[in-house]
């Protein structure tokens, strides 16, 4: 006798679940990624390891030495340090370890003369590419209001404005560069500004490295804190100057339109009677 099937579902097999190959893929690219990951950390603690061992091992030159050998090369230091200073500070580089070698290597005053120099055409080399490559991109965008507002600040404040920005020291150097040459700001004005607004912060980082006092002294943060006040108080007068300029003349009233109709025919009165 057959069996009576009281289930419908008693007669069907289980399915079979199978992973889609996606997930396959994730699981196998997954893991791929935490090997990578292991692999590199373990790169990253050996060449570590061997750094702190070899600044332990090896003789490392002083100060002292590092100048002798600077003086023994002549004048070719100061101008392969002029090269390497303007060129490498026009990418995002930070210029502090750039004036420490220069007041380390050359001295005071010939590290803040190749400093300045070497500041100077490194903030034209970015001001013109950023105005060769960029500025056609940014034209595009003058007639956004908070574009046209800082395309006109900057290029109506002129030197006191580059120059007050270039005395803040938490203002990069090379991207504010980058900024002044895709928008309207002239050449001359931010070539003087960038030299005056980085000529105290040169020369305090520069004396501090030909004096080599191992730390950051307190004077030099009180000089970085002038500095900034300084600029602060440059953008005040700017921001006030380009208000107070910027405002349109008030058109006269009908108060005072009368008034000077009043006084005009007082004076034709007034003339009349001296006449008689």
Same mark, same amino acid.
């Given at each position: ?11 069907? *097999? ?17 893991? =791929?990624?935490?090997?990578?990951? =292991? ?33 023994? @090369? ?143 002294? *307190? ?6 804190? @002038? ?14 100057? @380009? ?34």
């Amino acid at each position: 006798m057959p069996r009576q099937i009281t289930n419908p579902t008693e007669s069907r *097999p289980a399915p079979i679940t199978r992973k889609p190959a996606y997930a396959k893929r994730i699981i196998v690219t997954g893991g =791929r990624i935490a090997r990578d990951r =292991r692999s590199k950390l373990v790169i990253a603690l050996a060449v570590l390891a061997v750094l702190v061992t070899a600044a332990f091992v090896v003789p490392l030159p002083t100060p002292a030495q590092l100048r002798d050998w600077a003086n023994g @090369a002549g004048p070719a230091t100061a101008l392969l340090f002029l090269a390497a200073y303007a060129l490498l500070t026009v990418v995002p580089i930070p210029r502090t370890v750039f004036n420490l070698a220069a007041g380390l290597l050359l001295g005071t005053v010939a590290g803040i003369a190749v400093s300045i120099t070497a500041t100077a055409i490194s903030g034209m080399l970015g001001f013109g590419l950023a105005r060769l490559l960029g500025r056609d991109l940014v034209s595009r965008h003058l007639q956004r209001k908070s574009v046209r507002a800082v395309d006109e600040r900057l290029a109506d404040g002129g030197i006191l404005a580059i120059t007050s920005l270039r005395l803040i020291p938490v203002v990069p150097f090379a991207p504010f560069g980058y900024c002044c040459g895709i928008l309207s700001v002239r050449p001359v004005p931010y070539l003087i500004g960038t030299v005056l607004g980085s000529l105290p912060g040169t020369i305090a980082v520069v004396v501090l490295g030909d004096a080599l006092t191992g730390g950051t002294p *307190p004077a030099l943060l009180g000089c970085y804190l @002038a500095f900034a006040l300084a600029g602060a108080l440059g953008l005040i007068k700017v921001a006030r100057g @380009a208000s107070s300029g910027g405002g349109t003349r008030q058109p006269a009233t009908l108060d005072a339109v009368r008034e000077e109709g009043v006084r005009a025919r007082s004076g034709q009165e007034m003339q009349v009677v001296s006449e008689e």
